[in-house]
């Protein structure tokens, strides 16, 4: 299983955009970069996801590097309620053990007013 | 559509009791998961389920045992509980959409202290 690399924990100016780095030097042709994040103690939320290209939805952006070793995730407008764990993980393709999501220790990010 | 419950929300044991934590989706989904998270650490995948009938281990799976007899159930059991069991357990849920990789949803936890 590819393992990722995140800072622990990380602050943000609410209003700002929060940029989340993650290392994934070992990550395979077919592994997804996968995002999520947990509230407090609740389930894990999902954020965004991909294998090679930048996507962006409603939530976020994530930025994947070219040789796909790395990655940062963006959220434009941060705002208190996104104080979260924020978690990257690399998912093997769902037809491998089912895309087990194997969650590293994450970064905290702490969003200020 | 409710996504993905759980059930029981909390629960106290005694060591040595055993119980089973279920886990529903109304997604129809193939994939399931049971994981485990400890205080101050991220989740640790105990069990999966690529479809009915079928279960296998994941990184942390002594002491529990699953089962997936429908699809949109997944079982965890604990036979006889130890207070290093003491943990929030979160089940998931998958699909694939023309082969391809799609979201994980996660159903909102069981607090399970083993006294």
């Known amino acids: 299983d590819a393992k990722t690399t995140q800072p622990p924990s990380m602050d943000c100016a609410e209003g700002r955009a929060a940029n989340l780095p993650c290392n994934h030097s070992?990550?395979?042709?077919?592994?997804?970069v996968y995002w999520y994040r947990q509230i407090h103690s609740q389930g894990p939320q999902y954020i965004i996801h991909g294998l090679k290209n930048n996507e962006t939805n409603e939530m976020a952006s994530l930025i994947i590097t070219e040789d796909r070793k790395s990655s940062t995730l963006i959220l434009p407008h941060a705002t208190l309620r996104d104080t979260a764990v924020y978690y990257c993980?690399?998912?093997?393709?769902?037809?491998?053990?089912?895309?087990?999501?194997?969650f590293g220790q994450g970064t905290e990010l702490s969003v200020k007013p | 559509n409710a996504g993905v419950t759980q059930t029981p929300k909390f629960r106290v044991l005694k060591t040595g009791q055993s119980m089973t934590l279920l886990c529903a989706q109304d997604m129809n989904h193939e994939y399931m998961y049971w994981y485990r998270q400890d205080p101050g650490m991220g989740l640790r995948l105990i069990h999966y389920?690529?479809?009915?009938?079928?279960?296998a281990k994941g990184e942390v799976p002594d002491g529990y045992n699953v089962s997936r007899l429908k699809k949109q159930n997944f079982l965890l059991g604990l036979e006889s509980a130890a207070p290093s069991q003491t943990s929030v357990y979160f089940c998931?849920?998958?699909?694939?959409?023309?082969?391809?990789?799609?979201?994980?949803?996660f159903g909102q936890g069981t607090r399970l202290t083993v006294v």
């Open positions: 998931a849920s998958s699909y694939s959409f023309l082969g391809s990789n799609t979201e994980a949803f």
């Open positions: 993980i690399v998912r093997p393709p769902i037809y491998n053990q089912g895309g087990k999501l194997i």
């Open positions: 389920s690529v479809g009915e009938g079928t279960t």
């Open positions: 070992t990550i395979s042709g077919n592994e997804y």
